[in-house]
């Protein structure tokens, strides 16, 4: 990757006038806006990757229930009532509506204060609900303790892919916004791991260190915040020009760039597009009476219903759970819960890596088809091999769960985060995101509540419903959802049918030009 050099001083006046010259006469600088889109710096990297830490810390604050529900001083604690199944389903749920209303009240706040202090509240509440966790003695403490966990994991999970994408440069922003699903998943190993590290512990605090360490997680991202600037289109939003240019240099100028001519550009284009925006209305019902925009969340509902339609998240926090009913002790049940977090992982890093080429759409697609394929061959083996001792069978069932967290991680989980929140204009571009995650913890919440107690009752054909809202959610997602690969975020207004102010290689053109002009006068 390029390294970052030290910016020099920044042009803090647009250079529109330039821009919106005739498209014939900037013919000969466009040869030279090519090399001037390649490259992504040291910095924006080491931003995005701190970035990931709320991906981190959203994961972690999700799965610490996963493993915790096998331990067995948890169990002696918690599940030995009547009770004990609606106890887990609760748990699971109160996280999720939690998480849910924390999707929303990060928009006010990321809005009004900037997208590092909304993060930072996010850590601070994560930080008290991880200390209520561990502390808790009664099931109810625990359940309040659970919905505040949600609501900071909800703030940060909708709010940090808004900062990422915002800072990230065109080209390789699938890649740096997909870290986010990186984030979670690798948290998912470190939950999975201290689950399995401490069921070893012969005491009766052994269930309440790994929410120790999630308290720990929650206070190392509040720190790491310090290490990333605010967002440039916010503060280019709230009349911070100067700021904002000096932030996009120091982002995106590298070797192949050295002058900053696609920052500079950027902030051509950035600040043209903030205008055209400023004075346009704002709110949810503004956004489902307009109907660009009224598609943009009817892109962002239906991306996670499709995502949490294949049953991800039911499925990933009950792993161990499910092991059990396939007849794995304890110990077997947090070793294969590892064992699939690797797996997903493994998903996550292909992600990333293709979906600049290959697409977004594509890829949700491919994942869409592959998932419930995967579902149906799964669904006929826990209606024949559940609660069995037919070994050959249990293998094959236990097999399809890894293979189903690679699929799912390798197509759809990075690529949703990174469409559903590039696909908003800046002004809106925060309530986008609750509207994205909204879906992601309402769908989320509706097949994981019931999950215990479906399995209970229905067993094998509550995998069918994930089949069933898989397929036809993929099918309409194919026809009604555009491409967004390699465009800058205020491009892809263009394929929502919304006017583009500058079109970022005119505004390159122009730099590369005024550039060469200068050079010459000189």
């Known amino acids: 990757m390029d390294q970052t050099e030290k910016p020099k001083e920044v042009q803090t006046e647009p250079v ?3 821009v919106t010259r005739n498209s014939s006469e900037l013919r000969s600088s466009k040869d030279d806006v090519e090399s001037h889109l390649g490259g992504t710096s040291s910095r924006v990297i080491q931003v995005c990757v701190t970035a990931a830490l709320g991906g981190f810390l959203y994961g972690f604050s999700a799965n610490a229930m996963s493993g915790t529900l096998a331990q067995t001083s948890f169990v002696a604690l918690f599940l030995t009532t009547a009770d004990a199944t609606s106890r887990m389903d609760a748990l699971l749920a109160s996280f999720l509506g939690g998480a849910f209303v924390g999707a929303i009240v990060q928009a006010p706040l990321s809005n009004r204060w900037g997208r590092r202090k909304a993060s930072l509240a996010a850590a601070l509440i994560s930080i008290i609900a991880g200390v209520l966790q561990s502390a808790s003695y009664h099931i109810a403490m625990l359940l309040v303790a659970r919905v505040l966990c949600g609501i900071g994991a909800g703030m940060v999970i909708a709010n940090s892919p808004v900062y990422m994408s915002e800072v990230a440069p065109p080209r390789t922003r699938g890649l740096l916004v997909g870290l986010q699903g990186v984030g979670i998943v690798t948290a998912y190993i470190a939950c999975s791991l201290c689950g399995l590290i401490f069921s070893f512990v012969q005491n009766p605090v052994q269930w309440r260190l790994t929410f120790v360490v999630l308290t720990v997680v929650a206070v190392g991202f509040a720190c790491s915040l310090i290490f990333v600037p605010e967002s440039p289109r916010w503060l280019m939003e709230k009349g911070k020009e100067h700021q904002a240019r000096l932030e996009l240099e120091r982002l995106h100028r590298t070797k192949s760039d050295p002058n900053g001519t696609l920052a500079r550009a950027e902030a051509t284009q950035i600040k043209a597009q903030v205008d055209a925006e ?26 996670w219903v499709m995502g949490q339609g294949t049953g991800i998240t039911a499925i990933a926090n009950l792993i161990p759970v499910l092991m059990g009913g396939l007849g794995f002790g304890n110990t077997l049940q947090l070793g294969l819960g590892v064992v699939w977090t690797v797996a997903a992982i493994m998903g996550c890093i292909v992600n990333v890596t293709f979906i600049d080429r290959i697409g977004r759409v594509k890829l949700l697609v491919i994942g869409g088809i592959t998932n419930a394929a995967i579902l149906s061959t799964m669904t006929a083996l826990v209606k024949f091999y559940l609660n069995t001792t037919y070994q050959p069978g249990i293998n094959a069932l236990v097999a399809l769960y890894f293979i189903f967290g690679f699929a799912f991680t390798s197509t759809i989980e990075c690529t949703s ?46 995998y069918l419903v994930f089949v069933a809202v898989t397929v036809v959610s993929t099918a309409i997602l194919a026809v009604y959802f555009p491409e967004t690969k390699n465009l800058t975020l205020e491009e892809i207004n263009a394929k929502f049918g919304d006017e583009v102010a500058v079109d970022l290689k005119d505004a390159i053109a122009a730099e590369v030009d005024g550039g060469t002009s200068s050079a010459k006068t000189e």
């Open 16 to 18: 529109l006038t330039s």
């Open 278 to 303: 400023r004075h346009l209305p704002k709110g949810y019902i503004y956004i489902f009476k307009t109907p660009h925009l009224r598609k943009r969340a009817f892109c962002s509902i239906l991306l």
């Open 417 to 462: 985060y990174v469409y559903g929140s590039e696909i908003w204009p800046t002004h809106l571009r925060s309530e986008g995101s609750t509207i994205a995650y909204a879906s992601f913890f309402g769908n989320a919440l509706a097949y994981s509540a019931p999950i215990n107690l479906a399995l209970k009752n229905i067993g094998w054909k509550y």
